[in-house]
């Protein structure tokens, strides 16, 4: 089993900090969820460092988010990959902001730039509201069955230079040819949620599904669902999809910083929740739409510490708004927590903090070592 470490190229001007950082603000002007900034652009000086931290600190991935009102991840992951040796970018991708053919042509452009460090995370869309911003007005479940069509058109792109037609229930076209084929014959394909068409599609169709930070006994349970749906596809099992899990550590030297420091965020979290520059959605108390947020809810309702030093007020305080449950501790405590969801099975582990860069910068220094040294000993491909 091969475990990496990710995390998530977030708004592409958070500066950077000491202590367990993930991004960094641009220059002295930080925008994150605990301190954003209206309007703050693209910082391209900023963005080249962030990335060069992450090659630097021993990360193995970066996501680059959607949304409908944010940055273009292609164009930050082209970046990306520009400036970096061994990062690679996740780019996110909904199925209704691209024809198919087109992203075949464009995740296959920046693969073949990258000497063929591109994965690509679909997004079926969890709130019909932040969907229909952009036109799209499908359903949950047409959602999903749309996203099963263009994971395949994808496939047979990748597959062969040879013209094709497809005549489905959501594209159609004919004498389709893709000149631009991926450095390794392929690109991962990434699908993540908690809903049974998410286990049904991911299990049978990606290289990876993403999970976000739940308890231990609800992380296997989840594991357990989507090994059962790749069964049912007729994968064998050393092709099942590779499971990535997310979480917010929040880290200082000893626990009682560590607990102080995470307290701080809360407060800080708090006061930004209604701010539409610190995150995907205005926290507003309503119940999402989506069933991971769900999920997390609902678990936050049982306590706020699960297992070793899982947090949850990050969830209540954020309405589960995207992946939002913490880690806290010393460094040891992150180690042995994430080494945890290894022996589950877990084999990508997403870390990003609330004061990115600063974050990402810690976690390569005292998280990922650690992490690499126990595996080592252990016997576990790093």
Same mark, same amino acid.
């Given at each position: 089993m091969t475990v990496t470490v990710t995390v998530r190229a977030e708004h592409p001007n958070t500066p950077l900090h000491h202590a367990g950082r993930v991004h960094q603000r641009y220059l002295c002007q930080p925008s994150t969820e605990i301190a954003p900034i209206p309007g703050a652009p693209v910082d391209p000086d900023f963005l080249v460092r962030y990335a060069r931290a992450l090659d630097d600190g021993g990360f193995d991935y970066t996501l680059c988010p959607y949304n409908s009102s944010a940055f273009d991840p292609f164009s930050i992951a082209a970046t990306i990959a520009a400036v970096t040796k061994r990062v690679k970018p996740i780019i996110a991708l909904r199925p209704n902001t691209m024809y198919p053919t087109v992203a075949a042509k464009q995740l296959a452009t920046i693969d073949q730039l990258s000497r063929g460090r591109v994965v690509v995370h679909f997004i079926a869309g969890g709130s019909d509201q932040e969907? %229909?911003?952009e036109g799209d007005f499908l359903d949950k479940n047409e959602r999903y069955a749309r996203l099963e069509e263009y994971i395949k058109i994808l496939r047979r792109a990748w597959s062969s230079s040879e013209p094709f037609d497809w005549d489905g229930k959501y594209y159609q076209f004919k004498n389709f040819s893709n000149g631009v084929l991926p450095v390794n014959g392929t690109i991962l394909v990434s699908v993540g949620g908690s809903s049974d068409e998410a286990y049904r599609i991911g299990g049978a169709l990606a290289d990876i599904f993403g999970l976000w930070g739940e308890p231990l006994k609800e992380t296997k349970e989840q594991i357990?669902?989507?090994y059962a749906a790749a069964d049912s596809a007729g994968r064998p099992v050393n092709d099942r999809p590779r499971i990535w899990v997310t979480f917010r550590p929040i880290i200082a030297e000893t626990e009682e910083l560590a607990w102080a420091k995470a307290h701080r965020t809360l407060e800080l979290l708090d006061m930004n929740k209604f701010n539409p520059f610190a995150g995907k959605a205005p926290a507003n108390g309503t119940t999402p739409q989506n069933v991971g947020s769900q999920r997390l809810l609902d678990i936050a309702k049982?306590?706020?510490?699960?297992?070793? %030093?899982l947090w949850f007020p990050t969830v209540t305080f954020t309405n589960a708004r995207g992946a939002s449950t913490a880690l806290v501790g010393s460094p040891q405590t992150i180690i042995d927590s994430i080494l945890d969801y290894v022996k589950l099975g877990c084999e990508l582990i997403s870390i990003r903090g609330y004061d990115n860069f600063n974050d990402a910068v810690d976690y390569g220094r005292y998280?990922?070592?650690?992490v690499? %040294?126990?595996?080592?000993?252990t016997g576990v491909e790093n």
């Open positions: 969907q %229909a911003r357990d669902r989507i049982r306590g706020d510490v699960h297992d070793r %030093a998280v990922i070592p650690g690499h %040294a126990k595996l080592t000993e």
